[in-house]
């Protein structure tokens, strides 16, 4: 099956430094991927969809400058979180649509990445 | 304002019977609905969607929803519960707000427990 994986796991940074996630589609190729944040109490947000090789679009209320995406290629998304602050602390979780010829809305999810930031 | 509801935080279903997860919303115009399932070992996984169209939507491991346009609802379904069914269940809507751009919004999610 399609895999999703991210890296890294956990990152623990200090309050001011950027730190970059990557999310990369093992097996398949994805135009779009997927940022999502997961709030202690377990509720999720989206936060943009990247498109490979164009800007991310961003939902309405997540800030641009604070979360820089980047799609280089069909297999890897980057989410960096600049200058980051203990309020950033979260779950980012990545998924990725695979491009097949198939018209399904089919998601893969990444593991998640914690971030906690002191 | 838009807005998800997932009114139930636990539901309790013994295997084999049926079970439903309750989704209501509130959104200007029309939405795109979606369920995703989150297991504790195996991260998030998305079970279906509803753009247009049948109202009946078939997703993963033996899932529906309907869409039910004049209740708002589109409730998760499945005939028979399986005890690996148990994870955390999210509703998703997504539409265009009256402010501009897309806002997906996600349920508080509904934890379920099917016992053998």
């Known amino acids: 099956g399609a895999v999703v994986s991210q890296h890294p796991s956990w990152v623990i940074c200090k309050s001011g430094t950027s730190v970059k996630i990557e999310c990369r589609s093992l097996?398949?190729?994805?135009?779009?991927m997927f940022w999502y944040r997961q709030f202690p109490k377990q509720s999720l947000m989206l936060m943009a969809t990247?498109?490979?090789?164009?800007?991310?679009?961003?939902e309405q209320g997540v800030e641009k400058d604070k979360f820089l995406i980047n799609h280089a290629s069909l297999t890897l998304s980057t989410l960096t979180v600049t200058s980051a602050h203990p309020e950033d602390s979260s779950f980012y979780i990545c998924s990725a649509r695979d491009q097949g010829p198939s018209s399904s809305y089919e998601q893969y999810f990444g593991p998640g990445t914690r971030l906690t930031v002191t | 304002a838009q807005s998800v509801a997932q009114p139930e935080d636990q539901v309790n279903v013994a295997e084999g019977n049926p079970l439903t997860v309750k989704c209501t919303y509130s959104?200007?115009?029309?939405?795109?609905l979606f369920w995703y399932v989150q297991y504790p070992n195996r991260g998030l996984q998305f079970l279906l969607k509803y753009i247009t169209g049948d109202n009946l939507v078939k997703g993963s491991y033996g899932f529906e929803a309907e869409f039910n346009k004049s209740q708002t609802s589109f409730h998760l379904k499945k005939p028979s519960a399986l005890v690996s069914d148990s994870a955390l269940y999210f509703c998703a809507v997504r539409a265009a707000p009256n402010t501009g751009g897309f806002k997906t919004i996600f349920g508080a999610g509904t934890r379920l427990f099917v016992k053998a």
């Open positions: 097996d398949f190729q994805a135009t779009t």
């Open positions: 959104v200007s115009g029309n939405p795109y």
């Open positions: 990247s498109n490979e090789g164009s800007k991310a679009t961003y």
